[in-house]
């Protein structure tokens, strides 16, 4: 059987598999069953798996029978902190805790994708890296494991994954070149006054009031200092402080995010929302205390690689089929593979009707299982594109 034949044909398995971990659902760094699942399937292959990665990622090398390219294949393996209200046989069995992402999906197309390689190693060149990947939904699974040596002497040339999405119909590929997604950072801000009585303002330093600045200072940023045809968002997602009617709290704390594609713009408006806050804060006779958490970086796919993929993909579902991809500012920590090596993160539509439509992170999230042998085929076949010398 051929790879394209056996890549479509292996279609139960994965729908099996990818019920199975539905029903179990594990998030960030608790991902024990599901990477016990993993390397379980991957030793039957006859792959040597190294497990606990980063915590609970896995890694398996598969050699080709011809000499070659090393090309990374990335799937995410992490559930959500949410209670499922689908009523399907294979909803998530414990409360709390749902695949409602498809990165339930990924991992078993992932290791769909390892079955018919592994069967097909006489036609494979170069080196295969599996690389299955915790804690994406809090975008710290990929950096542990690179920490943890998931790469170490390995030379790496090309880095490919894809994500299933209810955005597109089940049939289409979404592909697109250059930044696209976002680097997603966070920040939390303290805004520090002095507190008293609500009757006596002239005794306190109110940092409600100066909160609201800042607040206010920190939305003229991108409308002021971006350049417009540059992309970026700042939300401020969050304010809490003070407890009564009459009492001026102490402090404020703000929670936001800073969403950009190219780095020197979030170089450039890192720095200003940490300068801008701190003087609207000092200008009010308060003080501000600034914590900043860097998220992964944009993910930027390669032009040429993509363009590979982009042929490959007309090649599974059409020409007409294979669309640009919206620019998103979501972010995935496939940047980090990406970081490694220039390579491609592809879309592949799997809304197949109102069932299969909500958006990610819906309570009734659910893929369309059609959608699975594209992806599997696709991502076969970009393997064994990318690694070709
Ligand atoms: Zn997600
Ligand atoms: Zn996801």
């Known amino acids: 059987m051929d790879v394209r034949s056996a890549a479509r044909t ?31 399937r991957l030793r039957i292959l006859g792959l040597e798996p190294r497990t606990g990665l980063g915590g609970t990622g896995v890694v398996a090398i598969l050699d080709g029978a011809h000499a070659g390219k090393t090309v990374i294949a990335r799937a995410d393996i992490d559930a959500l902190p949410i209670t499922e209200e689908k009523d399907v046989d294979y909803r998530s069995t414990v409360p709390g805790r749902m695949h409602a992402c498809g990165h339930d999906g990924h991992t078993a197309i992932l290791l769909s994708v390892a079955d018919v390689l592994t ?33 170490e002497g390995i030379d790496v040339d090309h880095a ?19 930044p696209a997604m976002a680097a997603a950072d966070r920040f939390d801000l303290v805004v520090r006054g002095s507190g008293g009585h609500a009757a006596k303002p002239q005794e306190t330093v109110d940092p409600v009031v100066i909160a609201a600045h800042v607040v206010i200072a920190l939305q003229s940023l991108v409308s002021r200092e971006c350049d417009p045809v540059d ?34 713009t979030r170089d450039r408006l890192r720095e200003r929302i940490i300068a801008l806050a701190t003087a609207v804060a000092e200008a009010h006779r308060g003080t501000l205390e600034v914590t900043w958490t860097d998220g992964s970086p944009a993910v930027v796919n390669d032009g040429a690689i993509t363009e590979r993929i982009r042929r490959v993909a007309a090649e599974v579902v059409g020409d007409e089929h294979v669309l640009e991809m919206p620019l998103s500012m979501g972010g995935d920590d496939m940047a980090l593979w990406l970081e490694r ?27 369309d299982e059609a959608s699975l042998p594209i992806a599997v085929e696709a991502l076969t076949l970009s393997v064994l594109e990318l690694t070709r010398p």
């Open 231 to 264: 992309q970026a968002v700042v939300s401020l997602t969050s304010i809490a402080g003070g407890t009564a009617y009459n009492v001026i709290p102490d402090e404020v704390h703000i929670k936001g995010t800073l969403r950009t594609f190219a780095s020197s």
């Open 119 to 151: 069967r097909h190693r006489s036609e494979l060149h170069g080196r295969v890296v599996f690389v299955f990947q915790p804690a994406e939904e809090i975008v710290r699974g990929a950096h542990a494991m690179l920490e943890d040596g998931a790469l």
């Open 341 to 367: 090596a220039p390579g491609c993160y592809f879309f592949v539509g799997a809304n197949g009707g109102a069932a299969t439509a909500y958006p990610h992170h819906h309570a009734r999230f659910d893929i």
């Open 10 to 40: 292996i279609d139960p398995a994965t729908v099996a598999t990818r019920r199975d971990l539905h029903a179990h659902p594990e998030i960030a760094f608790e991902e024990v069953r599901t990477s016990g699942i993993i390397a379980e």
């Open 160 to 178: 490919v994954g894809l994500h299933l999405t209810s955005m597109q119909p089940t049939g289409v590929i979404a592909v697109r070149t250059g």
